[in-house]
């Protein structure tokens, strides 16, 4: 896998390219070293030309400043178990500014009892941000979990337009 890495307004992101497609996504990270680190973690070993990953960092940095932004196309998610890309997929289907439920996902996928394995789908997504797994929340309205910590989706679910349970407007 090679890697790229841009800044944005909420922190520098990785993306990893195999095949000429990005097939990998860090989380937004305070530092350069950090992203870097993390796809090299990922197997990552050379640096990627910027024309391997289109345009997406350009609309990452878009996506952070707050613009309704497609990130869809230019990536492709090679790994995972069926019912990963399944659930995966099933996230992509989620409208920006807008939350789901595990058991909404569960339920969408045909395994209505499979939440908390929706769960466990949700937290190994190889493209967060991209394939927005913030967008899951638990049933009774809270945030639920989050592999970047729920400071981070809650940011990201502000930068939306999404309230959060349980906060006032304009309170952290």
């Keep these: 896998m090679k890697f790229y890495l841009c800044e944005t307004r909420i922190g520098w992101i990785g993306l990893g390219v195999e095949d000429g497609a990005v097939s990998a996504c860090t989380l937004p990270r305070r530092r350069r070293e950090e992203a870097l680190e993390e796809m090299m973690a990922r197997g990552a070993r050379e640096p990627a030309d910027p ?77 967060p941000l991209v394939v927005p797994c913030h967008r899951v929340v638990a049933s009774d309205g809270g945030l639920g979990g989050y592999g970047g910590g729920l400071e981070m989706k809650e940011r990201l679910l502000k930068l939306e337009g999404v309230g959060i349970p349980g906060r006032r407007p304009g309170r952290p």
């Design 51 to 127: 024309s391997e990953v289109g345009d997406l960092p350009e609309r990452l940095r878009r996506y952070a400043e707050g613009e309704a932004v497609d990130l869809a196309g230019g990536w492709r998610i090679a790994s995972g178990t069926p019912f990963q890309r399944d659930v995966w997929r099933t996230l992509s289907e989620i409208p920006r500014g807008e939350t789901r439920s595990y058991a909404w996902v569960a339920q969408r996928i045909g395994r209505p009892r499979a939440a908390r394995a929706v769960g466990q789908a949700v937290g190994a997504n190889p493209l």
